[in-house]
């Protein structure tokens, strides 16, 4: 069974500055995909990034990227010069490819400071 | 990628009654997924829903309990049924579009009384 595992359930940042979110994962597959998700107060899950795994080069996304390690299963999140409104639960998520259903992490609270 | 349009937004409500979240989508998608949230905590997956076909639940859930219906192709509804206090989290529906991007629903934020 796939798991998805997010050990920080806190993080604060000062704005500008910035900051790795943890994200481990388990699969028996070798082929999936990787997501971060975001999800402000407003309730609205607003995808972030994703990562093929079968591509070794990183995702990037303006000033997000990730630091996908597929042999040690690890998914982290780098968000660079952190605004306000980065402040969020922010979710990692795991899909096979021989699935359709998608697998969350417990979620890291993100708190951007001014 | 797709649009959804969830209501309610939110309700409140008094326990053993029941509550009907719809989704619309605006493209046709094969499969609509029903997430809980509850308060604090991540996404479990309640159900996939394809049209034609009874959803498929997850472990804990049932169907006399969250009925799903998916008349079409743009359409599906989740009820709570009997509600109690312990069923108050949010309700999301959720699409796959091209290349495995999942699109979410604003949510339903469910409070039992």
């Known amino acids: 069974a796939q798991t998805v595992t997010q050990s920080q359930p806190e993080m604060s940042v000062q704005e500008a500055e910035t900051v790795t979110l943890s994200c481990t994962y388990d699969t028996s597959e070798n082929n999936y995909y990787l997501f971060w998700y975001k999800q402000p107060p407003s309730r609205q899950m607003i995808l972030v990034i994703r990562q093929e795994a079968y591509k070794q080069q990183n995702a990037t996304e303006n000033r997000f990227s990730v630091n996908f390690q597929k042999a040690a299963k690890s998914f982290s999140l780098k968000i660079s010069d952190s605004q306000l409104g980065d402040t969020a639960m922010y979710f990692c998520a795991l899909k096979e490819t021989s699935g359709s259903r998608l697998t969350f992490g417990e979620g890291t609270q993100l708190t951007v400071n001014p | 990628s797709a649009v959804i349009s969830q209501k309610p937004s939110r309700d409140i409500c008094q326990r053993g009654t029941s509550l009907t979240i719809q989704c619309q989508v605006d493209?046709?998608?094969?499969?609509m997924f029903w997430y809980r949230q509850q308060p604090g905590q991540s996404l479990t997956l309640i159900a996939t829903?394809?049209?034609?076909?009874?959803?498929?639940?997850e472990s804990g859930f049932v169907i006399d309990k969250f009925p799903i219906s998916r008349p079409n192709l743009t359409f599906s509804t989740l009820t709570v049924s009997n509600m109690s206090p312990e069923d108050s989290s949010i309700y999301l529906c959720?699409?796959?579009?091209?290349?495995?991007?999942?699109?979410f629903g604003s949510g339903t934020r469910l409070t039992v009384v």
């Open positions: 493209s046709q998608v094969t499969m």
């Open positions: 959720s699409v796959v579009t091209d290349n495995y991007g999942y699109t």
């Open positions: 829903a394809n049209q034609g076909s009874e959803a498929t639940y």
